[in-house]
């Protein structure tokens, strides 16, 4: 699997209230960093693959309706090239949680 943000420069310098309790994959740094740096609250983060909770690069955000299209723009301006973008609930302990935005990456076309 080619990582998302291969050859891509990381600025975790300017990459806004990254408070992490644990690493980020290597695969999505650079997503999470371009979100973070300009104010999108993103609260999972995967590259994806076997083994891991998501099959490709995702990032996911939270916020309103309109954060996930904001987040795209964010995405694409940062020359990242989201393959999909879905408003997501999910079932936690039988209770429905949400919704969030689920940005979804090719794991080479970025």
């Given at each position: 699997m080619t990582a998302l943000n291969e050859g891509q420069?990381?600025?975790r310098l300017h990459s806004y209230g990254l408070e992490?309790?644990?690493p980020l994959d290597a695969g999505i740094e650079v997503a999470v960093?371009?979100?973070r740096k300009e104010g999108i609250e993103t609260i999972e983060s995967c590259e994806g693959g076997e083994g891991h909770?998501?099959?490709a690069p995702t990032v996911r955000v939270a916020g309103g309706p309109g954060e996930g299209f904001?987040?795209?723009?964010v995405a694409v301006r940062a020359g990242l090239k989201?393959?999909?973008i879905a408003r997501v609930w999910t079932v936690d302990d039988g209770?429905?949680?949400g919704p969030f935005w689920d940005i979804v990456f090719g794991n080479s076309d970025a």
């Open positions: 420069p990381v600025d992490l309790d644990m960093h371009a979100l909770p998501f099959f904001r987040a795209y723009g989201p393959k999909s209770e429905l949680t």
